[in-house]
């Protein structure tokens, strides 16, 4: 049986220059057929909102929600180590609020670490929630729950000011005890300055080439939403002409009576 990976082989990869994979996944299916591809992290994020649920944005994302989908790409996966996202709202009260919804996506859900979004305004909150024994993912830059703040999807650091809140943010979270932090949206000389002065590993999504790993949401990379793609999304495949094809195929066949042949039906 595989060995399913901890957040210390994550941080061995970092010392050892090996890049880090992750993917988002919300389901079975997409959860066993990255598991078994290889993937070192697979993060049940809370952009299930925006590519299964149909919303604007994470905002809606509930903890229920969240603990219903990370349950199945627990139960599919045997490799890789599973992070959940902690949905708008659900950390930011108070910290008792924060490390018992944390415990939720550990103990109901099976998720082996916690991500949420924030940097020093977060940090007390990421120390009360690892001092329990709950390894915590970071979320610097371009943080999607902020999009109000943010006045939209926009990168992050081009100013200076900016670009030095945020690696005083990417320093407090590994302060605070993150095992990693993901860099999202920012200029790509600023995720390489962060990713050389931390000792976690950094996972970038638009923030260039030089940090430690990436992370995409899957539905991105197989070309499965209909929706605008940003500038950072590589497109792997295009599952969804693909499943169209698979779908018209099938009405063609049911109205033209050649489906269900002899050998789909019993004598
Ligand atoms: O919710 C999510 O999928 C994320 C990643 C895109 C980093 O936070």
Redesign the pocket.
């Known amino acids: 049986m595989k060995k399913r990976k901890t957040i210390h082989d994550i941080a061995r990869m970092k010392d050892s220059a090996e890049k880090i994979t992750v993917l988002?996944a919300y389901d079975y299916p997409f959860a066993q057929l990255m598991d078994q591809a290889g993937i070192d992290i697979i993060?049940v994020?809370?952009?299930v909102g925006s590519v299964f649920s149909g919303y604007d944005n994470?905002l809606p994302v509930t903890m229920d929600e969240m603990i219903y989908h990370t349950r199945p790409v627990v139960r599919a996966s045997a490799q890789a180590l599973v992070v959940a996202?902690m949905p708008f709202m659900s950390y930011q009260i108070d910290q008792s609020d924060a490390r018992r919804n944390a415990g939720r996506l550990i103990k109901e859900a099976g998720a082996q670490a916690v991500?949420l979004e924030g940097g020093v305004n977060i940090a007390a909150t990421i120390a009360a929630i690892t001092a329990i024994d709950i390894p915590v993912m970071a979320?610097v830059g371009l943080t999607?729950q902020s999009i109000h703040r943010m006045g939209g999807f926009k990168v992050q650091g081009r100013q200076e000011a900016q670009a030095q809140q945020i690696l005083a943010d990417a320093k407090a979270v590994e302060e605070a005890g993150a095992f990693a932090v993901?860099l999202?949206g920012v200029p790509a000389s600023l995720a390489a300055q962060i990713s050389a002065a931390l000792g976690i590993p950094t996972i970038g999504?638009g923030a260039g080439p030089d940090c430690d790993g990436q992370?995409l949401?899957i539905h991105d990379i197989l070309g499965l939403c209909d929706k605008y793609s940003p500038k950072f999304v590589k497109r792997f495949a295009d599952a969804r002409q693909t499943i169209s094809d698979g779908i018209n195929a099938y009405i063609g066949e049911v109205k033209g009576g050649t489906f269900p042949a002899d050998e789909h039906s019993f004598k």
């Open positions: 988002t993060l994020g809370d952009s994470t996202d991500k979320h999607p993901v999202e999504i992370v949401v």
